[in-house]
């Protein structure tokens, strides 16, 4: 790595593999997979996310606020159960409490959660801003999460494009129009 930098054919020795994790985690997606060979080191970057398409496009509206992978990961979870704990936290991204309650607590201060109960009763729910805030999703971003709900759950109804992206029907039958152009869905019924 010295004799690269050295080249400048890389940029900081040591800064890689940082680096890749760093932008997986803000990316929602997977950590790679590393194994250890005799004379080299094998990477597998399986593009999978620990989220759902939903859950990625409903955290983007935050994209703003430039929160960390774990603060990505607390929103979600706390979107997605109805609250968020410490314990919680700390199982989902291996972190030890010191750092999980600091995670947390950032996202109170930034007032996109509330805290309810004490001590080991304590949990954390969105704030009435977090879940007044929308944003206008991509029209690639819903056919994203519209085939991705349909390939999970068998089907999609008018209905479900309205629970997953926050439209009037009118909007959802033009956004599963769009799926049935594209080739993603073909209607039933």
Do not use: C
Request: aromatic residues 4%; hydrophobic residues 40%.
């Amino acid at each position: 790595m010295d004799a690269f930098h050295v080249l400048r054919l890389a940029e900081e020795a040591g800064t890689g593999i940082d680096k890749i994790l760093a932008a997986m985690e803000d990316a929602l997606l997977e950590p790679p997979q590393f194994e250890e060979k005799e004379q080299s080191i094998l990477v597998r970057f399986r593009g999978r996310s620990v989220f759902a398409a939903e859950d990625r496009l409903w955290i983007t509206q935050f994209n703003e606020l430039n929160l960390s992978g774990e603060q990505k990961v607390a929103l979600v979870f706390a979107h997605r159960h109805g609250s968020i704990r410490n314990p919680d936290l700390r199982e989902l991204r291996h972190l030890d409490a010191h750092a999980s309650r600091g995670v947390l607590q950032d996202l109170v201060n930034r007032g996109l959660l509330e805290v309810v109960g004490e001590r080991r009763g304590t949990r954390y729910v969105l704030s009435e801003f977090a879940q007044q805030r929308r944003r206008t999703s991509e029209p690639d971003e819903q056919l994203e999460v519209v085939g991705g709900h349909a390939v999970r759950q068998g089907s999609i109804a008018n209905r479900d494009v309205r629970g997953l992206l926050g439209v009037d029907p009118g909007e959802a039958r033009a956004i599963l129009e769009a799926a049935v152009a594209e080739g993603l869905l073909t209607p039933v019924g």
